[in-house]
């Protein structure tokens, strides 16, 4: 059973950065497509990018594109989340998902396509 194991979320300020990483002890990631999620307090899961086995395809959800950015290092089985620009509506439970996947493409926001789920890191971003 794959597992998946989201950090770097925490407490920042509005305008700052934080990068979230997520990682599979014990598992190979490199076949596997990568999509980050989140969820706000009495809103549903959102989708908020993902990224291809490769590394050579990325999506972004309309709320984050020029903020986040996405990808993966498969030396070190992890893939990342920059988030910058962090604004008080990007709170929210970050969850990691993945699908072995080989094909150069992955699925914003489908919460179905994914098979694995990591338990979610906060990010609270508060002045």
């Known amino acids: 059973q794959l597992l998946l194991v989201e950090s770097g979320g925490g407490l920042v300020r509005p305008g700052g950065s934080l990068r979230l990483s997520c990682a599979a002890p014990?598992?190979?990631?490199?076949?596997?497509?990568i999509g980050w999620f989140r969820q706000a307090p009495g809103k549903e899961r959102e989708g908020v990018s993902c990224?291809?086995?490769?590394?050579?395809?990325?999506n972004y959800g309309d709320s984050v594109k020029g903020r986040f950015t996405i990808s993966r290092d498969n030396a070190k089985n992890t893939v990342y989340l920059q988030m910058n620009s962090l604004k008080p509506e990007d709170t929210a439970v970050y969850y990691c998902?993945?699908?072995?996947?080989?094909?150069?493409?992955?699925?914003?926001?489908?919460?179905?396509?994914?098979?694995?789920w990591g338990q979610g890191t906060q990010v609270t971003v508060s002045s």
């Open positions: 990224i291809s086995s490769s590394g050579d395809s990325t």
């Open positions: 998902a993945a699908v072995w996947f080989q094909a150069p493409h992955c699925r914003l926001g489908d919460t179905r396509w994914y098979d694995y």
């Open positions: 014990g598992f190979i990631l490199r076949d596997y497509a």
